[in-house]
């Protein structure tokens, strides 16, 4: 998951009383308050202004929508369509979305809400670059790719698949012809196996909706609007603003913790953020699964934007201070944080761990921020980043059910500058680059 300028670090009203304060969380205390929302601008619109602007949006919306599904045209099939073996042209319920054998990568991305102006302007374009670089860097290997995506959207989805996997298969018939003797007709021999499902999301949420909306409340800040808010200046002392972005009050953002119950025929998946690219073939990924141990469900990449740095650091101080430990690992890769651009979900050891579905329950969940220290009468931090939030804090709390990838599959480029940096030395295998989702060019 991404973390750019649209995007609030956190923020602290309160970071700890007065009887426990001293020197050293000061100083903390007052570089994380540095990203108070008290510095947004205040909205001084009166009712009927809101209104009125409410009223402009949804009719500049409609506008859009229509724009996007005239771009986006379904797609109709024509009579022998190779496409039409690679692609599965209805959606589906997660418990429908199978693989065709184990020899597939089941690899996950979700892509939402197109047709909603402003949301996540340039997704399509990138989540075409995401399918494209897949079969760019094959070396063969089959792959099952789950689309998850709303009614609204699926149409618009479909035809960015199909369209872009034609596009790909001219250019392979033609390089086969050139450089293999190969007729075009014969293309699919040397295309990697594929078969792509479009799941939707609603069939992930609808059973979850009492804990989804619970995780709203605890990992998202604003509902509706953009908000606007100064932050330091940049290295050149140029003013800078940062737009927080009401997308995290979206169901797929909160979808990740039930992913081992409903994809009920997928055993291990791979789920990455549609503003990735690909540069090696994903069996290299995959393998990752046969490494775990017996604990760990997930495997995760960390953070290098240098995200949770500040909260990391205030839970070590704090923890000295108040005796307590809020960490339950000494490993300081996994303090620095993790990033959901990539995650290895064993979904078959997820439904078999006991422990994990003791934790997904509501209270549990509720309740995590405070058992780590976040949250109480006198800290109380917010998060912006939903689900990878929780599962941050689920690291910090259990970590024996996370594995650390290493950080080339997923190597993030941040325009946000934070004080710590984790940055990755290693040649990127996925690389991923905040910022270019939010890019509003969405007809090239």
């Known amino acids: 998951m991404e973390l750019t300028s649209i995007f609030l670090f956190f923020f ?162 033609i390089a086969s012809g050139l450089n293999r003797g190969l007729p075009p007709w014969n293309v699919l021999s040397v295309f990697p196996k594929t078969w792509i499902e479009f799941v939707e999301l609603d069939s992930i949420t609808k059973d979850n909706r009492e804990i989804i909306n619970m995780m709203k409340e605890e990992y998202s800040l604003n509902k509706e609007d953009a908000i606007d808010f100064p932050i330091s200046p940049g290295p050149d002392g140029t003013p800078r603003v940062v737009t927080l972005s009401p997308k995290y009050s979206q169901d797929l953002f909160y979808i990740g913790p039930f992913y081992g119950y409903e994809f009920k025929k997928i055993n291990r998946l791979i789920v990455v953020d549609a503003d990735v690219v690909v540069k090696e073939d994903l069996i290299y990924l995959h393998k990752y699964f046969d490494e775990m141990n017996e604990d760990e469900i997930m495997g995760v990449t960390m953070d290098t934007a240098g995200y949770y740095s500040k909260i990391s650091k205030f839970l070590d101080k704090q923890s000295v201070q108040l005796n307590s430990t809020y960490f339950r690992t000494d490993d300081q890769v996994k303090k620095k944080g993790l990033n959901t651009g990539v995650v290895l979900y064993n979904l078959e050891k997820i439904r078999n761990s006991k422990l994990y579905k003791e934790l997904l329950v509501y209270d549990k969940i509720k309740d995590i921020k405070t058992e780590i220290g976040l949250k109480s009468e006198t800290v109380q931090i917010d998060f912006q980043l939903g689900d990878q939030d929780y599962f941050n804090l689920l690291m910090w709390r259990n970590p024996q059910l996370f594995k650390a990838l290493p950080c080339e599959w997923n190597v993030q480029d941040s325009p946000v500058m934070v004080e710590v940096k984790h940055e990755c030395k290693a040649k990127a295998k996925i690389h991923h680059k905040h910022g270019d989702i939010h890019d509003n060019e969405v007809f090239d």
């Open 12 to 173: 602290i009203n309160q970071i700890l009383s007065e009887e426990v304060e001293n020197s050293d969380i000061k100083e903390e205390k007052e570089g994380m308050l540095s990203n108070l929302i008290a510095n947004i601008t205040e909205d001084t619109r009166t009712e009927e202004d809101k209104l009125r602007d409410k009223e402009e949006k949804a009719k500049q919306n409609a506008i859009f929508e229509e724009k996007i599904k005239e771009r986006y045209k379904a797609i109709v099939w024509e009579q022998g369509d190779q496409r039409q073996k690679l692609v599965r042209s209805e959606l589906i319920s997660a418990g429908e979305a199978q693989p065709p054998s184990d020899k597939y990568v089941s690899l996950g991305v979700i892509v939402c809400n197109v047709t909603i102006k402003g949301m996540v302007g340039g997704i399509m374009r990138l989540f075409a670059k995401l399918i494209r670089s897949i079969y760019t860097y094959s070396k063969g290997t089959p792959i099952h790719i789950v689309v998850i995506t709303d009614k609204k959207s699926f149409s618009i989805v479909h035809s960015i698949v199909v369209n872009t996997i034609g596009r790909f298969l001219s250019e392979t018939a």
